[in-house]
Structure formats: structure tokens, C-alpha cells
């Protein structure tokens, strides 16, 4: 599921507002980030708040429903958060990462049935590899969606395709990297610069991880903004109450 802003102007370039700055807040305890304890975490949640910054709400009206899975690969070093880059073909948020993800079907019984039915269908991930652990508070954006996030283990073992007319490359960024708010950056973006007045504000979390798309690849860095920073933002919140 791609990151969630409308209307910026031609050339935009989310990577190029500054960062602002923000308090400082410890990284997740690497015992809170083992596939036992996530999985503890979700038995017996925390009282947590999500975090929100300027995500519009929309009283009195209808937000069309959608869900994503946050899958964490357990790997020998560690827990992986694995992402898609979108391809630069799609019409809407091309070349941006994302979660696996999309709008809720008719068919779908729930947003975890949703979550990895769209998995399935843009990476090929099979349902019995994902061990869902819960599902956090969706994320309203924008575009007027309200996105679950679905967290679930992945077993590997199995190989991914991606759908190349939705997704141009795979890759795994760890998970303590992006359970440390060192590497979380907040931007805003105004139209017309930071005293633009009447403008529609927007405000997003960033987390640049530079990294193989494959083991033993060549490194880049994948911009990780938008909507899907904002839900691993609120994923720290939920590990870190």
C-alpha cells in the first residue's frame, strides 16, 4: 500500500523538505524486537496511543476501506521488515515504497483476509508462511483510506515473485533500524513555503534505509515515507508502551 499525500507540485520531491526537529526517544530494546516477544507484545497489548501528526479526518464522511501486512521475516540476525517499491508505471505513487496491500474487496471476510490475499497477489507470498500476530488502529490518509496494518511473522523459505505490473523490487530493511526513532525524520510541507497561508499543511515521517534489494546486491537507499512510515512510526509506539 503506497504513502498517501495529494496535490504537490510538479517536481516534488519529498526526500528535499527539510527535516524538522523533534524530541529524542529510545530505540525498542532489542529483546522487545524477537519473534517471541512481538508475539507476547500482541497477547497482551500495551495501553498505546497512535501517534498523529497532521493526517486529515473526515467527519461525516465515508473513507473507502483498505488493509496492508507488515511482514516481519524472521531471519538468523534478526526480525526483517520486508517492502515493495512500487513500479513507475502505476498512475498513482509510482517508484514509492509500500507495504503489501490494497482496498478491501467484497469477498474479503476482514482486513487480514485482505492483507494477505493482496500479499499473495503482488509478491506471490503464500498464506501459510505469514503467521499473523494482530492488527494495529488503521491509519487514515489523505486519499481518504483507512488502512489496518496487519502484523504477521513470515517463515522463509520460499521464493517471492513480484507482479511487475505493481512491483518493481522486493527488498528487507531490519527491523531494529526502523524501531529506532533515531532514524525516524518528520518533514512538513506547505504550498507557497512554511507561512503559506490557508494552505493544506502536510506532515509525514521519513526513514531512509540504505540497503540491498537482494543478499549480496548492490546497497541504495530506499526512502521510506509517507503513509508507511507513519504505521511503522505507530508499530513503535505499540512496542516501545
Same mark, same amino acid.
Given at each position: ?16 523538505? /527539510? ?11 532489542? !529483546? ?25 479526518? %473526515? ?5 473507502? &476501506? @483498505? ?18 517499491? &512500487?513500479?513507475?508505471?502505476? &498512475? ?6 509500500? %507495504? ?27 498464506? *501459510? ?16 483510506? !483507512?488502512?489496518? /496494518? ?5 517463515? /522463509? +523459505?520460499? @521464493?517471492?515473485? *513480484? ?7 522486493? %527488498? ?20 507557497? +513555503? ?16 540504505? +540497503? ?10 530506499? %526512502? ?18
Amino acid at each position: 500500500m503506497p504513502s498517501s499525500f495529494n496535490k504537490y507540485p510538479p517536481g516534488f520531491g519529498p526526500a528535499t523538505v /527539510p527535516e524538522l526537529p523533534q524530541s529524542a526517544l529510545p530505540a525498542v530494546p532489542p !529483546a522487545r524486537l524477537t519473534p517471541e516477544a512481538v508475539r507476547a507484545r500482541f497477547a497482551h497489548p500495551p495501553v498505546w496511543a497512535p501517534e498523529v501528526r497532521s493526517e486529515p479526518r %473526515f467527519p461525516g464522511q465515508a473513507l473507502s &476501506r @483498505a488493509a496492508v501486512l507488515m511482514p516481519l521475516v524472521v531471519r538468523p540476525d534478526g526480525l526483517t521488515v520486508l517492502l515493495t517499491e &512500487r513500479t513507475q508505471e502505476l &498512475r498513482a505513487h509510482a517508484g514509492q515504497i509500500a %507495504f503489501p496491500g490494497g482496498k478491501v474487496d467484497p469477498q474479503d471476510r476482514d482486513p487480514i483476509d485482505t492483507a494477505l490475499r493482496e500479499a499473495a497477489e503482488e509478491v506471490a507470498l503464500p498464506r *501459510p508462511s505469514a503467521q499473523v500476530l494482530g492488527v494495529l488502529p488503521p491509519y487514515v490518509t489523505s486519499s481518504r483510506y !483507512a488502512i489496518t /496494518p496487519v502484523v504477521a511473522l513470515i517463515t /522463509p +523459505g520460499f @521464493a517471492l515473485r *513480484p507482479n511487475p505490473s505493481e512491483v518493481a523490487q522486493v %527488498f528487507e530493511a531490519p527491523l531494529a533500524f526502523l524501531m529506532d526513532p533515531a532514524h525516524h525524520h518528520w518533514h512538513r510541507f506547505v504550498p507557497g +513555503g512554511l507561512d503559506g497561508q490557508n494552505a493544506a499543511r502536510r506532515e509525514w515521517f521519513s526513514m531512509p534505509w540504505h +540497503g540491498p534489494a537482494v543478499v549480496g546486491g548492490p546497497p541504495r537507499e530506499w %526512502f521510506i515515507w509517507g503513509a508507511t512510515a507513519g504505521m511503522l512510526r505507530n508499530f513503535y509506539r505499540f512496542l516501545a508502551a
